[in-house]
């Protein structure tokens, strides 16, 4: 089975600008969550979706949106990007919603490490 | 808000040393997760512990669960070259399944 996929996988931004970042899931999981990860620290939770629908949102601003489309791939967008932007994005793909049993086992990519100058 | 603290944050030692590494919280957690995590890779799942005071052994690595479920431990014996990597700790959000909140990380290198 194929693992989750993200793309691309370095990035440069100036600030301002807007940025799409993608992600497809593990076969057989309809739940996906983005993390961003500043150097140095722990992944911060983003969002989630599942059937398409944001189910769960961390602490972060509106510029922060999200996408998932019906073959369970997911879209980040950041618009107006900031310095303080600047980290590895991070997708994790699970399977069901969350709370039930099995959810709780989370498959991440590799990441997508933006730079926003 | 629920937070994971870990320590400590940075930890060099010589191959064959053992180490244990600490996940602490004022909040109760149904469950926590270790994981670890190489350059250009995105954290792989290690262990889940979900009953206070449980214990589980992945080969050298012994993980535990306190009795309140407000922290844990990772214990790593004898460790190797290849056990390098950033160690996190996460627990669910109020409970919420698989939207997890991390740690800080433990930054471990292990030298030949």
């Known amino acids: 089975e194929t693992g989750v996929t993200q793309s691309p996988t370095h990035l440069i931004k100036t600030r301002g600008q807007q940025v799409t970042l993608r992600c497809s899931s593990q076969?057989?999981?309809?739940?996906v969550s983005w993390y961003q990860q500043a150097l140095g620290q722990g992944p911060q939770f983003i969002f989630q979706y599942y059937r398409e629908e944001e189910n769960g949102r961390g602490n972060f601003p509106p510029r922060f949106s999200g996408l998932q489309f019906p073959n369970y791939s997911s879209e980040l967008n950041v618009n107006a990007l900031e310095l303080d932007d600047s980290a590895l994005y991070l997708c994790?793909?699970?399977?069901?919603?969350?709370?039930?049993?099995?959810?709780?086992?989370?498959?991440f990519g590799a990441g997508s490490r933006l730079t926003v100058l | 808000t629920q937070l994971l603290e870990q320590s400590p944050q940075f930890l060099s030692i010589q191959e064959g040393e053992n180490l244990t590494v600490y996940c602490n919280s004022s909040s109760v957690f149904s469950s926590l997760q270790w994981y670890r995590q190489e350059p250009g890779e995105g954290p792989v799942l290690l262990v889940t512990v979900v009953t206070g005071g449980e214990v589980k052994k992945l080969k050298r690595l012994t993980f535990q669960f306190g009795d309140a479920r407000k922290d844990s431990s990772l214990h790593i014996t004898a460790a190797q070259p290849g056990d390098t990597g950033l160690y996190l700790c996460?627990?669910?959000?109020?409970?919420?399944?698989?939207?997890?909140?991390f740690g800080g990380g433990t930054r471990l290198m292990v030298k030949p």
């Open positions: 996460a627990g669910p959000f109020y409970n919420a399944g698989n939207m997890l909140t």
């Open positions: 076969s057989g999981h309809n739940t």
């Open positions: 994790a793909s699970s399977s069901g919603r969350t709370g039930r049993a099995g959810a709780n086992v989370l498959t």
